[in-house]
């Protein structure tokens, strides 16, 4: 979780960063829960190493701690073309843990399926 960093912190961390982070940790296989709060300025393309997670039960990628104003006072990088194609081989998992995904508040009510 991302939500323990200082938001200056939080926010010059990149898609390289949070990519190498869950590699040296072995998130594939332990990560149970992601939180990137404040993560501002990343497209989503570092969340690769997630790929086909069955283990994974929660991922907040609203960018805000709990309570907290959605609204982010610069317009966050992240992108629905880098996160989606991640989020699929997660949710297409047979046995997937996924109990709860939280979008980003620039994508709710902005695409319709």
Known sequence: DFVEIEKSLAKKLSDDDISAILVCTNAVD???????TGCVNITG???WPLSGSVRIEQIDLSLVKQ???PDIQSEPMISVTSVIPILDTI???????????QFPA??????TI
């Open 91 to 101: 949710v297409g998992k047979d046995g997937n843990a996924l109990k709860q995904l």
């Open 106 to 111: 620039k994508w709710r009510g902005q695409y």
């Open 30 to 36: 332990k990560l149970k829960r992601l939180k990137l």
């Open 45 to 47: 393309s570092g969340l």
């Open 67 to 69: 309570h907290e104003s």
